[in-house]
C-alpha cells in the first residue's frame, strides 16, 4: 500500500504561482500513474491533471491547460504541479492520487490511493 502526502499549499495572490507536491511511500511509484484532483467542500472532486508512469504522457483539464504543469521524479517518488497565474475559483483542497493499472483517467474511482490533500486559498 501507498502513502502519499500532499505539500506546498497555501495562499497566494490572482496571478500568482504555487508547486504542489506528493510524496510517496509504502511502494516505488514508478509504474503507477499519477493524479491530481481538487475539491471545494459540498462539491464532488474534480480532475485536474494526470501524468503516466515514466512521465511521457500528460493530461489536464482544460481550464488549467497553458497554466498547470504536471511532473513527476520516479527517483525521488515524488510527483509536482507547477500551477501558474491561479485565479480566486482554484480555492480548493488539492489531492494527488495514484493509480497501479495502466492509463491516464480522470475518474476518481480509478485511483486506489489518495493523499490527505492540501489547501490551496487565492486571493483577490
Known amino acids: 500500500q501507498v502513502q502519499l502526502v500532499e505539500s506546498g499549499g497555501g495562499l497566494v495572490q490572482t496571478g500568482g504561482s504555487l508547486r504542489l507536491s506528493c510524496a510517496a511511500s509504502?511502494?516505488?511509484?514508478?509504474?503507477?500513474?499519477m493524479g491530481w484532483f481538487r475539491q471545494t467542500p459540498g462539491t464532488e472532486r474534480e480532475f485536474v491533471a494526470a501524468?503516466?508512469?515514466?512521465?511521457?504522457?500528460?493530461d489536464y483539464a482544460d481550464s488549467v491547460k497553458g497554466r498547470f504543469t504536471i511532473s513527476r521524479d520516479n527517483a525521488k517518488n515524488t510527483v509536482y504541479l507547477q500551477m501558474n497565474s491561479l485565479k480566486t475559483e482554484e480555492t480548493d483542497v488539492y489531492f494527488c492520487?495514484?493509480?497501479?493499472?495502466?492509463?491516464?483517467?480522470?475518474?476518481?474511482?480509478?485511483?486506489?490511493?489518495w493523499g490527505q490533500g492540501t489547501q490551496v486559498t487565492v486571493s483577490s
Open positions: 492520487a495514484a493509480k497501479r493499472t495502466y492509463g491516464i483517467v480522470r475518474l476518481t474511482s480509478q485511483y486506489d490511493a
Open positions: 501524468i503516466s508512469w515514466s512521465g511521457a504522457s500528460t
Open positions: 509504502g511502494r516505488a511509484l514508478g509504474t503507477s500513474v
